[in-house]
């Protein structure tokens, strides 16, 4: 069964093509690893609710976008085989793809699916 990774993060609306090289380099990282498909969407429509929002859980400020991500992958073994190899991947080292965003406010999960439509 396919397993999804989510991520929601916010991202200087002034960094929108820093970021999208970024996705595009760290895309072929993840793909091969192991990964599917990558999946990045930039905030168009993201409200900021009165209790829970996607702004409010990543603390975006009034100059940030709210960008949401998935990974799918073929299993969740496979996932965690890839996640594994990206983490020794010579690329994604320290100073090798610098962040356009502050990682710290970066939430993520893994997921299994349920219901494909």
Known sequence: MAYVDGFVVAVPTANKEKYIEHAKESA??????????????????????EVTSFPRAVKCAADETVVFSMVIWPSKDIRNAGWNAIMEDPRM??????????????????FEKILDE
Do not use: C, N, T
């Not at 072929?28 to 609710?49: T, Y």
């Not at 080292?93 to 893994?110: E, H």
């Open 93 to 110: 080292q320290p100073g090798q793809m610098p962040m356009p965003f502050d990682g710290k406010r970066l939430i993520y999960g893994g």
């Open 28 to 49: 072929h990282v993840f793909k091969d690893h192991g990964a599917l498909r990558v999946i990045e969407s930039w905030g168009d429509d993201v409200p900021e609710g």
